[in-house]
């Protein structure tokens, strides 16, 4: 079994561009070239040195001894908290925009839910000299303040979203009205593996220097360079795609998708996709998202601004619907304590969206000799307003 | 029975007037009383928004009125039965405008036969890519006679309209500007040269302009380069703004178009 995508830009009946014309001509021209640009020898050496250089590649794979003896199990922690800017994003934003050098472009878009995407995305515009706009939600603007700040700092120009939900549906929303409007100069930069083929495997490509460093830091530090487990929250998927992707053959190797059930997966107030959503449309994709009977997408909710989306990519939806993913839910309050614990016995405050991944350490029983992978997407300084009303609960 | 946007082009090639507006809005039950006023003031074909609650390719005036429908209750049934309930009244040819998952999850087969028991001649649903429509709804649509209409912008390629124009059966629908539903800034020369460009390529589709065509003289100069224009954001801020009661709104609004 496969769990790749084809050359129609599917990974099983996932997938594919359902854009409006006014989106077809960009959208064709990246589905042509992306692979083509992103792996020219300049290209990826001007990458390499970027993420060694400048995001601080390789990030360390840390044995987690404290949280190891809790658990009964062998726990590694992937340290995409160390990279600059303090997450996963920058793999991905790094490498589109050196794809939107290439294609010519002049001005660059982005959506953002945590803030981590839209402050990776200002940031590597800042680098290179380009216009940044960043769409984002006005309910995420409040509570992601700092990282409103930082783009801002940055030079980027941040829209609120103010339709729907208010949150990073929305924010994409716009992002992609904003291209159709502006379809000759700009380039769109995703931040997950969402939206029409070929953002999905575009942006999966790039993340997946996560798991080409994974194996070789564990087999230096194993002998093995295959772990038992990886566990990974879930938003649209990008960190979990990039931890999971060159294991993805290695049926041995377990697969754990961690999504946010905000107050409870049947709530009402939820963003489990893969329990609450069906088939359908998002955002120029088909897949699993979270929609009425009339195929009205359902606004959903999680403390962690990263993680409150309606839907999950392609590649993720196909990975749980074969079997070949575990999705588990958890909770605001999960989600909360599993940060709470990371940090008093690892010395290490995560991003609420890897609190999640945390969390699922409670749900799931692993052998003592299983090599379990968190992947630690980022770290919590966006997040210290919203953990500092929970001393009092879970900082005791 | 035959279709009606057939029949409509086979009388009128030129200055064809086709309103848009969205099913639910202003009031959840004014959808046959506005097709039916739209008739009576001299529409040519009305083209009925499903409203929904990620419209990607539309502005903020589309985007609102979607939203006050779905918040006063519409869903697609009851819009094929507010349809169905003017059938024997109305003759004008009616085209429905929607998002491909709303007519996913109503279920293909269901929607189109929905859509020809109730009189629909025909579909505009923005994010149906061209190779899903021929290998997937090709042969639906055309048992049932339901035409589909799809979009050309400036930046669609020559050999891609040609692909357009094999597969459209209602009309091409040409996106006069790099646009979102709703912005008017009246019509330039550029776009001049994009229809008249459109033009020489003889194609076999009728064509009709929209985005931004939104009174008497946009609909006029975009009339003359194709066989007829969209209005859609300027008559759903009509009809919501208006000094009047509904069917006022909406005679005087097309009567400033066509005067
Ligand atoms: C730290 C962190 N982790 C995870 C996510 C979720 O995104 P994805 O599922 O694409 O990794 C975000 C998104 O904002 C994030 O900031």
Known sequence: MTYDINSKGYYGEFGGAFVPEMLYPNVDNLQRSYKEIMYQPDFQEEMNQLLKDYVGRPSPLYFAKRLSEKYQTQIYLKREDLNHTGSHKINNTIGQILLAKKLGKKRIIAETGAGQHGVATATVCALMGIECIVYMGSVDIERQAPNVSRMKMLGAKVIPATSGSQTLKDATNEAIRDWIQHPVETHYIIGSVVGPHPYPDMVARFQSVISEEMKVQLKEQTGNENPDAIIACVGGGSNAAGAFYHYLGDEAVRFIAVEAAGMGIHSGESAATSVLGTKGIIHGSRTLLMQTKDGQIIEPYSLSAGLDYPGIGPMHANLINSGRAKAVSVTDDEALKAAFVLTRMEGIIPALESAHAFAALEKMKFNEKDVVVINLSGRGDKDLATYKKHFETYGK | ?259
């Not at chain 2, 086709?18 to 040519?44: H, M, R, S, V, W």
């Not at chain 2, 918040?71 to 309930?85: A, K, P, T, V």
């Not at chain 2, 009309?171 to 979102?180: K, L, M, N």
């Not at chain 2, 302009?209 to 975009?222: L, P, V, Y």
């Open chain 2, 1 to 259: 029975m035959a279709n009606k946007l057939d029949q409509l082009f086979e009388k009128k090639q030129s200055d064809i007037l086709n309103i848009y507006f969205t099913a639910g809005f202003p009031n959840l039950n004014d959808t046959g009383n506005i097709i039916l006023e739209l008739e009576k003031a001299g529409a040519d074909l009305i083209e009925i928004g499903m409203p929904y609650s990620d419209p990607m390719a539309d502005g903020p005036t589309i985007q609102d009125s979607g939203q006050i429908a779905l918040e006063n209750g519409m869903n697609l049934n009851l819009l094929f039965d507010q349809i169905n309930s003017i059938k024997k009244q109305a003759s004008t040819p009616l085209i429905c405008m929607g998002y491909l998952n709303q007519v996913m999850q109503f279920g293909e087969n269901n929607f189109i036969r929905k859509c020809k028991e109730t009189g629909v001649d025909g579909l505009i649903l923005p994010d149906l890519p061209l190779d899903i429509y021929e290998s997937d709804y090709k042969n639906l649509f055309e048992e049932n006679d339901i035409k589909i209409c799809f979009l050309i912008t400036p930046q669609t390629s020559d050999e891609r309209i040609r692909e357009i124009d094999r597969l459209s059966t209602g009309f091409i629908y040409v996106v006069a500007d790099s646009s979102i539903t709703g912005n008017s800034k009246g019509i330039s020369p550029k776009q001049i040269e994009y229809f008249e460009r459109i033009n020489s390529m003889n194609l076999q589709s009728k064509k009709l302009i929209g985005f931004g065509i939104s009174d008497a003289q946009s609909f006029k100069t975009a009339s003359q380069y194709s066989n007829g224009a969209i209005i859609g954001s300027a008559f759903i801020r009509a009809i919501k703004n208006g000094q009047q009661d509904l069917n006022t709104n909406i005679s005087n609004f097309i009567s400033s178009i066509l005067n």
